[in-house]
């Protein structure tokens, strides 16, 4: 397993909040690699600070998340999410790649959208002793390892799936890599596939729509722009494809809870 940098992306007040917590990723083997895109661990200890409020807008994927007493199977969460920090733990999760989940249940996706749930609603009795087995790990490599071993005995064998998989994975990349992207019918064009198959395929194994994920990647963008550099809103709403700059201030209002000048305000004022 290769260790790496935790992504930044869909992180709210990265620069700030990275004083108070420790992230990790270990990639996963190729037998799990088109379902699985990363092991992710958080630890944190606060016992001398006050608590600290992450903030987070997720990527459209499914999480396994391992947490003393709290461990779940986390849908595709379409709003803001937000964690309290407080005395001293650590989590560790597996991150699905988009549609990647969907192998691993027989109901579509979209019935656990913004749904948490325990390991046995989605796993049955496989999933006990789970949480103890990860846990007692001694490191995170030998945790994910852990990880790894349970879902690869639960390796989907429905080869049908795979090509789905496949296809919904690189439709939600295409989107995260081109900021360009706007509309759904410049999916529908690049990849020669019907607008009707497009949501029937992101309905079941993605669990939100192309649409909702093209807006969701464009204010990612936004949120790395604020973090890096002081921002031209209007030459920014316009980069991001939006039709003017209400309509950028409407959707990150929207899902952040706040303006972006607000929001690059506080964020820069926190920065070490």
Known sequence: MERTDYEVRGVLNYTRGRQNYQLTRITPSPALAPYVDVYWLAQWDLRDREPHVQENIPHPSVHLVIERKR????????????????????????????????????????????RSLPLADL???????????????????SQARRLEDFLLARQPERSGFLANIQCVDAVTTWIADHAEVTKVDQIVAHFNITKRR????????????????????????????????????????HDLGYFDQAHFIKDFKDLIGKPPSAYAQENEAGKP
């Open 71 to 114: 461990s779940e199977v986390v849908g595709v969460v379409t709003k803001k999410y937000t964690r309290v920090l407080e005395s001293a733990g650590g989590v560790i999760g597996v991150k699905f790649r988009p549609g990647g989940f969907s192998a691993f249940m027989q109901e579509p996706v979209s019935t656990i959208t913004d």
């Open 198 to 237: 497009l949501q029937r395929l992101f309905q079941a194994h993605v669990g939100i729509s192309p649409k909702w994920i093209i807006k969701k990647y464009r204010l990612h963008e936004a949120l790395a722009q604020i973090e890096e550099k002081p921002v031209n809103w209007s030459a920014l709403a």
């Open 123 to 141: 796993f049955g009795s496989a999933a006990d002793g789970l949480e103890e087995a990860v846990l007692a790990g001694t490191d995170p490599e």
